[in-house]
């Protein structure tokens, strides 16, 4: 990307995977949550069939050094956000703002 931002994705397990967003400035957190929200409210064709993509998204900022587990635990309840705010409105369609994160050291 032009402004330096690297991105990549891990499987953490199972059905568990890590998009983690890396900028020597600020990322637009607005952008990444609409570009995520189209990925959501997109479908693929497979065998002549459109199928649905879903998945919940635990959309975390970082500032500073932190934790990894931290940052994990955060986005795992930014994660049970996400699935309970589609729970109670299925066509909600936008993702919850992201948790702001200040992490010291330990």
Do not use: C, M
């Not at 199972?14 to 900028?23: P, Y």
């Not at 500032?63 to 309840?77: C, R």
């Amino acid at each position: 990307s032009a402004d330096g931002a690297s991105s990549f994705v891990v499987r953490l397990g199972g059905d568990e995977f890590l998009l983690s967003v890396h900028s020597p400035s600020p990322i637009d957190a607005d952008d990444l949550r609409r570009r995520l929200d189209h990925l959501r409210n997109a479908s693929i064709e497979h065998d002549g069939e459109s199928l649905g993509l879903g998945f919940s998204v635990g959309l975390v900022e970082v500032s500073g050094k932190g934790d990894l587990g931290d940052v994990l635990q955060n986005a795992d309840l930014a994660v049970y956000d996400d699935k309970a705010a589609r729970r109670a409105s299925p066509r909600t369609p936008t993702l919850p703002p992201p948790l702001d994160v200040q992490h010291s050291s330990r």
